[in-house]
């Protein structure tokens, strides 16, 4: 399950990622979450899985996505009974398919893939398996396990991020999905990730699910998105008495734009176009 919003360039190449799957029982759902790109537009050559489109009420000059609202829907109209959540900015390295949903047969776990960044530049149109070779992990995240199919499930619950999230179906429902109260940008994974360790259940990886994320601008940290981290961040708090994204609101406090007590965190005033422009990163972690 995927979301959109006027990326349907990266949306192309996320699905011929998954049209090389050797899964037969794979199906891909597309969420479009407002934007003016038509996503039933991004189509590819040859044969593809069976890809379902879901249409969010959403104005198409929104900047703000619904995440949960969006992954929720997505889940809903899924008639799988293993739910893996990839970004659009993804694309799945030939036998990741296949590696997941087996993982999610033997376990009853929060999963995630090998997730490895590309470099700024590379021709997308290049055979993925070629692709994997130029990719690089984040250096701030666990190494997964070497062997192919094996499962580590040893792993912190707040490192399965949205980027490459999967469980059982019954598992997702059980918990009640992604928790609507966090409305747009940051948190909505990490709150899902903690209900999964507060039910018992472990976190891990998956060797050889090579997931490989699509280059593109960001920002550190994520001023273009203020408002709705802090309120995130607040929302998380509030609910499980513990900080998300404390790396995050340290550097918003340091640059003046929120105060962020022990139990509160309020927005002081908004960073300037410039303030956002100066954040912007042009080349992924991996590769500085």
């Known amino acids: 399950m995927t979301l959109v919003r006027n990326r349907n360039r990266m949306l192309r190449d996320f699905l011929r990622g998954w049209s090389s799957q050797d899964l037969e029982e794979l199906e891909v759902v597309v969420v479009r979450a407002g934007g003016y790109e038509d996503p039933t537009e991004a189509t590819v050559d040859g044969p593809t899985p069976t890809v379902r489109h879901v249409t969010l009420p959403t104005g198409l000059d929104s900047e703000a996505i619904a995440y949960s609202h969006a992954r929720n829907a997505g889940a809903a109209a899924a008639r799988g009974d293993r739910l893996v959540f990839c970004d659009a900015d993804t694309m799945p390295a030939p036998g990741c398919a296949r590696r997941l949903h087996d993982a999610l047969g033997d376990h009853d776990a929060l999963i995630t893939g090998d997730v490895r960044y590309l470099p700024p530049d590379v021709d997308l149109s290049r055979p993925v398996e070629s692709l994997v ?19 580590d499930l040893t792993w912190r619950h ?22 609507e109260s966090f409305c ?40 273009h998105q203020l408002r709705a981290t802090v309120a995130n961040a607040q929302r998380y708090r509030d609910k499980w008495g513990a900080w998300p994204m404390e790396g995050w609101l340290t550097r918003f406090a340091s640059a003046g734009l929120v105060e962020w007590r022990n139990d509160v965190v309020e927005v002081l005033r908004d960073p300037t176009p410039d303030e956002v422009e100066a954040h912007r990163c042009r080349v992924a972690a991996p590769f500085r």
């Open 133 to 151: 070779a130029l990719a690089r992990p984040n250096p701030g995240r666990p190494t997964p396990p070497a062997a192919p199919g094996e499962v």
């Open 158 to 179: 707040e490192l399965v991020w949205g980027l490459c999230m999967g469980l059982r179906t019954t598992t997702f429902r059980d918990l009640g999905g992604f928790d």
């Open 184 to 223: 747009g940008y940051a948190g909505e994974d990490t709150d899902l990730a903690t209900a999964v360790r507060s039910s018992g259940r472990p976190a891990g990886a998956v060797g050889g699910a090579v997931v490989l994320h699509q280059h593109h601008d960001s920002f550190e940290p994520p001023l």
